[in-house]
């Protein structure tokens, strides 16, 4: 009789390390605005894959009346975490952060893979942790592997998910840098002319490895600007791809090592980032350290003074650096964690704007996830290709020659869409359009200026 009683009392019944917070959950009001924003309810038309049946299925767990079990699990890691629902929730809930909590309670509940032991606790908790996987990358690209490795997995992918995954990562590597930016780069590089800032410089580590080039047009950009920048070589990971995989114990140590790491350098004006997910990330430090008297003062501090490099450029560029014309015809596709994450929608289209001689193209939807959302590409491919197949067809819809974004994740994910669907456009950093415009100020085109870009099937020579 009692536990009949107890079973029928309304309210939280479940607690346990990491749970989302009950109050939060109750607060959707089960409206549905949110459901023609989630790419995955889009999809699928399935009530479990929107954002209102996640926090439904979790708010079923507080309840006790359903376990968190991997079924569950699997609603919860099917979200891309765009935040796109976030946005339009007239409820204020916040959905995205309370389904990584969700993730977060499940692998406290039944550990981790050891896959996401190795890979995101080994090798990804800094650029530098990274860098014999990403020796090995380099090797492969040098011994020119990837013409055999290529169609191998092509034909392997369909027999085994480790296959698939094996030929999805080949499919993202662009041409890798010789070296990553994070050993050539000096802890200050000063401005050029008057120094007017001092910044401090946020490097990801898919930055620094993969797209050292738009970082160190980045640099560039910054010191035209009279930015003096301050790179500390002890920054790690900014967490989120653990915080994604609901390891938030580890994104809290690298948090805190980050907030130990910038707070040595009192005199920053800004801390400045061109990864949209770090920048994201960074901001919501305060969030993730919430329940840590010493560090969340820090967190809230530091946050405060984090900029995505687009935010900052829209409010540091004046006329007193020349900008050249880069006659190009140009679409931007804005990164979920710039958009929805950080509300930042304006700022890259008036930096693109102050470029002369370019021509902006809209893209439909621009703000609709490309796929790409962290490892998602690698545990979900078949919704990920999903996404990504609708998003290269809005770009070539719009007849750019080039795509813009800023976020290392949609960078490699479009590229590699881009060679699969055969459309020849390239895509370029924020940084690396305008950095090309300072160049043509001074006409010295820029290195890649006079590059023919040529389409190849399966090849690193394409305009990506
Ligand atoms: S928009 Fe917000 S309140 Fe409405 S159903 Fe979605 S989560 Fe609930
Ligand atoms: S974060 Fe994106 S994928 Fe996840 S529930 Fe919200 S809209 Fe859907």
Not at 166 to 182: A, F
Request: charged share 25%; net charge neutral; proline share 7%.
């Amino acid at each position: 009789m009692s536990s009949l009683l107890e079973r029928t009392i309304p309210g939280q019944q479940v607690t346990g390390p990491e749970l989302p917070d009950y109050d939060q959950l109750q607060r959707c009001i089960h409206c549905g605005r949110c459901l023609p924003v989630c790419p995955t309810y889009q999809e699928t038309l399935l009530e479990m894959m929107s954002p209102r049946g996640r926090l439904a299925l979790l708010r079923a767990v507080e309840d006790g009346k359903i376990g968190l079990t991997a079924q569950i699990a699997d609603y919860l890691y099917s979200c891309l975490d765009c935040r796109a629902c976030n946005v339009v929730c007239p409820a204020e809930v916040p959905i995205g952060e309370l389904i990584l909590q969700g993730r977060a309670a499940y692998a406290e509940q039944v550990g981790r893979p050891w896959w996401g032991r190795l890979i995101l606790d080994r090798f990804l908790s800094s650029a530098r942790a990274l860098e014999p996987v990403m020796k090995l990358a380099r090797l492969y690209q040098r011994l020119g592997l990837p013409h055999v490795a290529r169609p191998l997995l092509r034909a392997l992918k369909d027999r085994h998910s480790i296959f698939q995954v094996l030929y999805h990562m080949e499919g993202l590597l662009p041409k890798l840098p010789d070296r990553p930016l994070h050993v050539r780069l000096e802890e200050i590089t000063p401005a050029r002319g008057q120094r007017r800032y001092r910044v401090g410089f946020f490097l990801g580590c898919m930055m620094s490895q993969v797209l050292a080039d738009a970082s160190q047009a980045t640099i560039r950009v910054l010191t035209r600007n009279g930015c003096e920048v301050v790179t500390p070589h002890d920054q790690v990971c900014c967490g989120a791809p653990h915080e994604d995989q609901g390891n938030k114990r580890k994104a809290r140590e690298l948090a805190r090592r980050n907030i130990d790491v910038f707070s040595r350098y009192h005199d920053l004006d800004v801390i400045v980032t061109d990864c949209a997910a770090c920048a994201g990330m960074l901001k919501e430090y305060p969030h993730l350290l919430r329940d840590d008297p010493e560090y969340y003062p820090r967190a809230v501090a530091m946050a405060h003074r984090v900029r995505d490099i687009s935010e900052w450029l829209a409010e540091i560029i004046d006329d007193s650096t020349p900008i050249g014309e880069v006659p190009r015809a140009v679409t931007y596709h804005e990164p979920c964690h710039l958009a929805n994450v950080q509300g930042i929608r304006e700022q890259p289209v008036q930096v693109l704007r102050k470029i002369p001689g370019l021509e902006l193209r809209p893209l439909r939807d621009s703000t609709r996830c490309c796929g790409s959302a962290g490892i998602y590409n690698l545990t979900h491919p078949e919704m990920s290709n999903r996404l990504l197949a609708d998003k290269i067809q809005k770009i070539a819809e719009t007849g750019a020659d080039t795509v813009v974004t800023g976020n290392p994740g949609c960078v490699l994910q479009i590229q590699m869409g881009l060679r699969e669907h055969g459309v020849p456009v390239r895509v370029r950093h924020l940084t690396q359009v305008l950095d090309e415009a300072y160049e043509h100020a001074q006409s010295q085109p820029p290195a890649d200026a006079n590059e023919e870009w040529v389409i190849h099937a399966n090849s690193r020579t394409d305009p990506n």
